[in-house]
């Protein structure tokens, strides 16, 4: 059995459909729970009386919302929205890739002509990062594609790379978009950011409503600068207790995904709060709404606070209005984790949701280690990695894939020293474990891509893997077995040969 002691299952749900039903339930009771760590679900079963409504944190919003909500209702001008509407929400970023950008740029010519404008030359985000480090000309061709529309339109944020034998030789190259776009400051509190890309909800973590579309609504996005969007219901996480040493982020994400399952947040918005997630640095909030969408979220979103405000400072002058969830707003149903009780996780092949603890699947044997991807290839993922092999001091026993999400992480591997190591870098730790050196930033081999993509399962491998998805073929070979795992699971199971718990190197 796993972990049934970390989570509370919900009861049946307690969304109000209509006005009237709020108005009903205000009128009589209004239930709120106050306990931490209750073994009941706690919601919000019911907004207050008009009149009783307390003012919104934040601008013209005057009626008890959650904090997806209010994003909805500012960018569509709105002063309340409730789950379900159907609104015009103006995008504040659109980002897209070479795998997407083609295409959509190609409906928006279509539909808007030729000769058309994108609606706002300094709010589309062109990056790309998938099938980079390779001689598939169709791959290539892509990114050509984006130079050009880029040039055209005189795009402010293209960050190109033309030359692909040295990522050092283009300056405004980055990596992976989710990343990136952190990185380069795109992601701000209460906005709206679009991306054609699944993993756009990773910039929730900067409480912004982030979500993927697909490339005609992108299309769409580049002429008009808005979209028609439904309203979520939201979920909402609460994650109390101090986060053991040897879990991070992706353990919190597994442990959710496979309780409410592959399919248990279809179209809801999920929201992360309480204790433990306040204490989270930016990179590993970024983890837990990265995967929001393997749970089916519509978006993952955690409000901002002083880290957040502390982690833009330098990267944006774009003024930006963090907007929270109301203490009186309606939640579909309600989670709460005592994180203190939980155990180092992985998803076994081949669904995100399939959950065991590391420790039962001890007797599994691996060919591989991959770290990379929007979800583990950041800069705090490659430090945990360099931590465990620094508290083994031994060598790995499996090939081990070091694949740095952009420039600026593969830099830092190269440059900040891992604490505790008397000033040694993560590059520097990598080597003397024996890992192979860290490669050109890019998505690599998270999704497979063309065949002579480094790292990529070419052959029936099984493979530990501190990315999100882990469906047949995902990496290459439609017979490889992927077990999805935290850094720091994955570091010792490099060390051992087998899936490993972190807690025999880490205490
Ligand atoms: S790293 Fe993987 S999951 Fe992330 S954007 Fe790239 S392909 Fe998608």
Redesign the pocket.
């Known amino acids: 059995m796993i972990m049934a002691s970390s989570l509370i299952a919900p009861t049946s749900t307690s969304f109000l459909q209509s006005k009237k039903d709020i108005g009903l339930f205000a009128s009589s009771s209004r239930h709120r729970c106050h306990k931490p760590a209750s073994r009941r679900i706690c919601c919000s079963i019911a907004a207050p009386h008009q009149a009783q409504r307390q003012p919104s944190t934040t601008g013209s919003v005057k009626t008890a919302m959650t904090m997806t909500e209010k994003i909805f209702a500012r960018n569509s001008e709105k002063s309340y929205l409730s789950p379900g509407d159907n609104v015009w929400v103006n995008v504040d970023i659109l980002m897209t890739h070479d795998v997407c950008g083609p295409g959509s740029i190609g409906i928006f010519k279509r539909e808007f002509g030729e000769n058309a404008k994108v609606w706002d030359r300094e709010k589309l985000i062109i990056i790309p990062?998938?099938y980079i480090f390779t001689n598939d000309e169709r791959a290539n061709r892509n990114v050509d594609i984006l130079r050009d529309f880029c040039h055209e339109q005189n795009i402010k944020y293209f960050y190109d790379i033309k030359d692909l034998s040295n990522f050092k030789a283009n300056p405004d190259y980055k990596g992976?978009?989710?990343v990136a776009l952190a990185q380069e400051g795109h992601c701000r509190p209460g906005e709206v950011l679009l991306g054609t890309?699944?993993?756009t909800c990773t910039a929730g973590a900067f409480g912004q409503f982030a979500t993927g579309i697909g490339n005609t609504d992108a299309g769409f996005v580049l002429g008009a600068g808005k979209l028609l969007l439904k309203v979520p219901p939201t979920l909402r996480f609460v994650m109390d207790g101090e986060l053991p040493p040897y879990l991070l982020a992706k353990d919190l994400i597994l442990q959710t995904i496979g309780e409410i399952s592959v399919a248990g947040a279809t179209y809801k918005s999920m929201e992360f709060v309480g204790s433990t997630i306040e204490s989270l640095n930016m990179e590993e909030r970024m983890t837990l709404c990265n995967m929001a969408v393997e749970a089916g979220g519509k978006n993952g979103i955690v409000p901002a606070d002083s880290t957040t405000f502390k982690y833009l400072e330098g990267k944006t002058s774009v003024p930006y209005e963090p907007v929270y969830s109301d203490p009186q707003a309606s939640f579909l149903s309600e989670y709460r984790f005592d994180v203190s009780k939980m155990e180092p996780l992985v998803a076994k092949p081949h669904s995100p949701d399939n959950r065991a603890l590391a420790r039962e699947c001890k007797d599994v044997k691996i060919d591989r280690v991959y770290i990379?991807?929007?979800?583990g290839?950041k800069t705090e993922d490659f430090m945990a990695v360099a931590k465990v092999f620094l508290a083994a001091g031994k060598k790995v026993k499996v090939p081990t894939f070091l694949v740095p999400?952009t420039q600026k992480v593969w830099v830092d591997l190269y440059s900040i020293p891992v604490p505790g190591s008397g000033g040694k870098t993560c590059s520097q730790i990598f080597e003397e474990a024996g890992c192979d050196t860290p490669a050109s930033p890019s998505?690599?081999a998270?999704?497979g891509g063309p065949k002579d993509t480094y790292a990529r399962l070419n052959e029936p491998k099984v493979c530990v893997s501190t990315?999100?998805?882990n469906f047949p073929g995902r990496m290459g070979h439609k017979e490889g077995e992927i077990y999805l795992a935290s850094p720091y699971t994955a570091a010792a199971s490099a060390l051992t040969g087998f899936v490993t718990d972190p807690r025999e190197f880490l205490q």
């Open positions: 990062d998938h992976v978009c989710h890309d699944s993993h990379g991807s929007c979800t290839g999400a998505c690599g998270c999704l990315t999100n998805r």
